[in-house]
């Protein structure tokens, strides 16, 4: 005997379609090329340039948006990469520091030297230990959603989307908490998958 699939707001199965494939119809990549121009400098001046770069633009519908799985993973590898950077004006006051506490001519008193290159390593380092946090809350956060995903997986994938009615639900009870039989608009739909999957408030 096949589950019945009809919606439970207005009866009807002819306009039901599965989450996952309402995900995917509302989800579009377009590949192309964008043109760029600028001006180089070479041996004899300034020259124009010319190029290309291939490029990968995604879309989505409102309604797609709304029935993601999971939020977007966000990346760390350039708030690293750019840390580092700026970590280096830092760590080079931070030897000079050391070598002028070394300086037996120095006539700083030794209080005032501390809090002067404290100070000033510090105001120095701020926008790269920025970076680092911010890189490590996205870090923990991309795990939080990774370690959830296969929990929230296997909810998500079995709701159902009527577009007569506008809501989602699900045909049949798939775990403990999830209310089958019961119309949720899609954004109750996410929060619930989210939900289950550990990720609902980030």
Known sequence: MGIDITCPTCGHDDRVQRVPAVRANGTTTVSGQDYRSGVAVSSGGLIPVLGSTAIDRTYSTRLSTSLALAPLKRGSGKLVFF??????PALIFFLIAIVNFSDPKATTPLAVFL???FLLISAMATPSLLLFWIAAYRSRRNSRISRGIAASKRI????YYCHRCGYCYWPHPIAPGIPARQSVTPENYRRIVWSAGGYANL
């Open 83 to 88: 840390g580092l950077i700026l970590a280096i």
């Open 115 to 117: 809090i002067a290159n």
């Open 156 to 159: 998500w994938s079995a709701g």
